[in-house]
């Protein structure tokens, strides 16, 4: 599914995230098939959200940033990611960050 409006981005430190996430789940927490759940459910509410990135309220941050944060929840993790509108032939949702609702975010997003 690509979304005609969209082009979709990811960061190496969304990835970092979420390999931590995963294997804290598959070998402290041993429930492999809870880790891929959670890496299809991820997927998917990335995917349901591209063609209608800017449609949601953004994440209201202490710090100054270039680009308006948003978020999506996904059982007890964030997904962070931002559009980049450079461009506006070319449109990118850019995923940057996956972490746990008790991480301390504004340190980290």
């Given at each position: 599914?690509?979304?005609?409006?969209?082009?979709?981005?990811?960061?190496p430190?969304?990835?970092?995230d979420?390999?931590?996430?995963?294997?804290?789940?598959v070998?402290?927490?041993?429930?492999?098939?809870a880790?891929?759940d959670?890496?299809?459910?991820?997927?998917?509410?990335?995917?349901?959200?591209?063609?209608v990135?800017?449609?949601?309220e953004?994440y209201?941050?202490?710090?100054?940033?270039r680009?308006v944060?948003?978020?999506?929840?996904?059982?007890?993790?964030?997904?962070?990611?931002?559009?980049i509108?450079d461009n506006?032939?070319d449109?990118?949702?850019e995923?940057?960050?996956f972490?746990?609702?008790g991480q301390?975010?504004?340190?980290?997003?």
């Amino acid at each position: 599914m690509q979304s005609e409006k969209y082009r979709l981005s990811y960061l190496p430190l969304f990835y970092k995230d979420l390999d931590e996430k995963i294997a804290y789940i598959v070998e402290k927490l041993k429930n492999p098939k809870a880790a891929s759940d959670l890496l299809d459910k991820v997927e998917a509410a990335i995917l349901k959200r591209l063609p209608v990135a800017e449609s949601f309220e953004p994440y209201h941050s202490l710090r100054e940033r270039r680009y308006v944060y948003y978020r999506i929840y996904v059982d007890n993790y964030v997904i962070y990611y931002v559009v980049i509108d450079d461009n506006p032939d070319d449109l990118i949702m850019e995923v940057r960050r996956f972490l746990h609702n008790g991480q301390n975010r504004e340190m980290m997003v």
